[in-house]
């Protein structure tokens, strides 16, 4: 029988490390199970941190042995593991809001519950940040199910950064924008597997944003307003993760970062009321405070 899980205090969490793993979840038990089985794999990081926030309509997906049994795995490896409840529900940016609060680490993985990570990924991705000093670096996720889908017509948005990221205002409508059409499908293993690079070799290219799976220098985050928009946008929303991110990337710059060792469960949607893209409304709130 599975016993009742600790579900350990924000007092106790909240602590100087080097790295928190942020994931907010909603109705996922097995999801999320595959989710936290993937950090518990990782190496190379001791004692990084995660927080789960559930918003679940019945019982918190943490509490399905599946998922409890991968918490009692991460702590049995030493890793602080919160797990907490968000409710009433007031958006995804709240919710985003809600878990950078709960950190105090200086990176933070922003994990969706969907996303398998292999070994190594955490490890990478931690490196890159700390090598390119930018405000964050993201793993698009794959979707395997569309592997012999080949679109060479995405590729060509692939650009490495060949030197630090630098600052970009990335707009709709722009060539940089576009680079987002390289996330879809299984379109960055496809370009990951034409590079051939040797084992432990990465490469940092350019973004306009990154689903699921990203790493972000918190003080960077926060310095860019981090979620608090959330006030400014009705609770059915989407694109809250576009919105920091292009802001982030104006003040801090941020990259991709190939390979990618993140892997979408291709699972249905738990965001079904989705009225508003977030991003056009920190935009348009941006555009109406410029000069003239």
Known sequence: MNRPLDPGTPERFRADRLVDVLIPTRNRPAELAVTLSGLAAQAGLPGFGVVVSDQSDGEPAYAHPAAATMVRALRHRGHPVLLTRRLPRRGLAEHRAYLLAASAARYVLYLDDDVWLEPGTLHRLVTALAELGCGFVGNAVHGLSYVDDVRPETHGHYEEWEATPVPERIRPGTPEWDRAQIHSAANLLHVTEKLELPPDAWRAYKVSWVGGCVLYDRAKLVDSGGFDFWRRVQEK????????????????????????????????????????????????????????
Do not use: C, K, N
């Open 237 to 292: 929303h989407q694109g809250e993760d576009v919105a920091a991110q292009l802001a982030v990337l104006a003040r801090h710059g941020g990259a991709g970062v190939l390979p990618s060792g993140a892997y979408h469960l291709e699972s249905p949607t738990t965001v079904t009321e989705r009225d508003v893209e977030a991003w056009e409304v920190v935009l348009a709130d941006e555009d109406a405070t410029q000069p003239a």
